[in-house]
Nanobody, 121 residues
Framework: QAQLVESGGGLVQPGGSLRLSCAAS????????IGWFRQAPGKEREVVSC????????YHHDSVAGRFKVSRDSAKNTVYLQMNSLNPEDTAVYYC??????????????WGQGTLVTVSS
């Protein structure tokens, strides 16, 4: 059974860093685009970052460009989101998703349960 499990969320002070993990099982994440999304309280879910299949390209939303980096460890079947210089506006539940095509523009067919990131002093 295909499954995605996020981990690594928590409470961090402004300016701090966290690394989120998205562990895939039941399928090879390398064959799919994996997207990171977030949803803050009272707001719609938004795409944060994406790594396309075969790792040729990555994408980051303008609001996180230069601070966040998505990467993949194919041996561990895991995708990471390194988040630096965090600010309170980054507070949200973060989800990863596997997309049906080579990019995150394609529909997602699997979602993780989410991990909460809280940025606060």
């Amino acid at each position: 059974q295909a499954q995605l499990v996020e981990s690594g969320g928590g409470l961090v002070q402004p300016g701090g860093s966290l690394r989120l993990s998205c562990a895939a099982s039941g399928f090879s994440s390398f064959d799919y685009a994996i997207g990171w999304f977030r949803q803050a309280p009272g707001k719609e879910r938004e795409v944060v970052s994406c790594i396309v299949n075969n790792d040729d390209e990555t994408y980051h939303h303008d609001s996180v460009a230069g601070r966040f980096k998505v990467s993949r460890d194919s041996a561990k079947n895991t995708v990471y989101l390194q988040m630096n210089s965090l600010n309170p506006e980054d507070t949200a539940v973060y989800y990863c998703a596997a997309h049906s095509g080579s990019t995150c523009h394609h529909p997602a067919w699997a979602w993780g349960q989410g991990t909460l990131v809280t940025v606060s002093s």
